[in-house]
């Protein structure tokens, strides 16, 4: 039996809770796409764990594994471990020998190439940690594996033939000069060598490396359960989110498949959770329709976004949802809930059930909107529209909830979904319906225990 979480916006749905707290019935968590970009922290008991790369069950005694469609920093990779054995685990963590290896000179590409198309505003507004560089690499059949550290020769063999062209590409393409970098040694064989060969010993003697595929089907043939843990978002995912505003992976549904090399109709046979936020955020730039404020230098045209009380909305919900973002502290951009977002991303996903967080933040407002539909050339649409330029023109149509009132969301969680003010259940509900999915768990606070669990997935 699986699950599969994957979010169904455009990342930080709080997707790391509902992981947290489903997860606590799966004996193995897996990630299937993404690498150290990804930001989840776990409270567990009293302690706060910040993890990019691990999956967050291994803070719970899972087996965690990053699996083939992932991207491994070998160095986030052992210090994240090493911060939890410094607080007492033991964690468990394997990985794939297909993964790609995030190797230094990555991170510096995906900085470069960042600064120059800011040049023209063009920028994505990456997470500077070489997921998209290291993505490249592996379709264009020149990546460095996990299991190629295992095998000195290889290892060599692969970097003499990527560094030279990494190289030429700073110094003939983008005019910087390899020795002027802060870390010039991103370039040179022979450093990379030897950081990655003991990388590689250290991987073999801590038994880490899998070929996740048996793994995976050897630990549900012994009666194993197995959660699959998405990282960022449907609207970031490089075949269906908003291009090029996106990440270099598949977080849809379907990425938990080829990400782990198991077969569809494993991931078809268990369930599939969409983690919706009850309303919209969005870090760095590209369209949102339902846009209520702005961020000066994220939001295109600035100027033209919204009114006086629009933005003191936004202003509200960020401050009430800590709306900021975990490594850079940049403020969010905040619009109501985008359904023709949802229906896109439900369709794309198949959603089985729905985890739908932070209704607590919108309490105490009067009025509630969702963007039911979007207006292109004179035509209703329910589903956004493929390409970033047409969605960028859509205009919202608005449907209006009445609000719900703050209540104690503690006590609302102990008590079950009836407690939830029925302003909230009428939202919750539309948004089930509109989607064709169960609501399984509802957010009512940030800690573990503020969530309504209505249907539990694994029972
Ligand atoms: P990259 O994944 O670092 O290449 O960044 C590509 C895009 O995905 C940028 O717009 C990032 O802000 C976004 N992104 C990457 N990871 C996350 C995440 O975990 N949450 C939200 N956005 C993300």
Known sequence: MTVTIVGSQLGD??????????????????????????????????????????????????????GNGCVVNPRTLFDEIETLQEKGLDPDVRVAERAHVILPFHRVLDGIEEDVKSEDDQEVGTTGRGIGPTYEDKAG?????????????????????????????????????????ENPDAFDVDALFEEFREIGERLAEGNMTVNASAFLTDAMADGETVMFEGAQGTIIDID??????????????????VGTGLSPTVIADGEIVGIVKAYLTRVGSGPLPT?????????????????????????????????????????????????????????????????????????????VKVGHSYE????????????????????????????????????????????????????????????????????????????????NPYE
């Open 141 to 181: 059949r020149r990546g460095i594996r996990v299991g190629d550290l295992l095998d000195p020769d290889v290892l060599r063999d692969r970097l003499e033939y990527v560094v030279p062209q990494k190289r030429a590409l700073v110094e003939d393409v983008y005019g910087a000069d390899v020795s002027d970098l």
């Open 376 to 455: 292109l050339d004179g035509e209703e649409l329910l589903a956004m529209p493929p390409t970033t330029e047409e969605w960028g023109r859509c205009e919202a149509n608005l449907k209006s909830f009445d609000g719900w009132d703050d209540v104690d969301w503690s006590a609302v969680a102990d008590e079950g979904y009836e407690a939830i003010p029925e302003n909230a259940r009428t939202y919750l509900e539309y948004v089930a319906d509109e989607l064709e999915a169960d609501v399984y768990a509802v957010g009512v606070g940030p800690g573990r225990g503020e969530t309504v669990v209505v249907e």
């Open 291 to 367: 846009e209520l404020g702005g961020v000066v230098g994220d939001t295109p045209d600035y100027d033209e976004q919204g009114d006086g009380e629009n933005e003191e909305l936004a202003t509200y919900i960020r401050e009430e949802g800590g709306e900021y973002g975990t490594v850079t502290g940049r403020p969010r951009r905040v619009g109501w809930l985008d359904m023709p977002m949802l229906r896109h991303s439900a369709r794309v996903n198949g959603f089985t059930g729905l985890a739908i967080n932070h209704i607590d933040v919108l309490a105490g407002l009067e009025e």
């Open 240 to 257: 269906h989110g908003n291009y090029p505003y996106v990440t270099s992976s598949n977080p849809t549904a379907g990425g938990a498949a």
């Open 13 to 66: 749905e709080g997707k790391g809770g509902v992981v947290d707290l489903f997860g606590d019935a799966a004996d193995v968590v897996a990630r299937y796409q993404g690498g150290d970009n990804a930001g989840h922290t776990v409270v567990h008991d009293g302690e706060k764990y910040k993890l990019s790369l691990v999956p967050s069950g291994a803070v719970r005694g899972k087996v965690g594994v990053l």
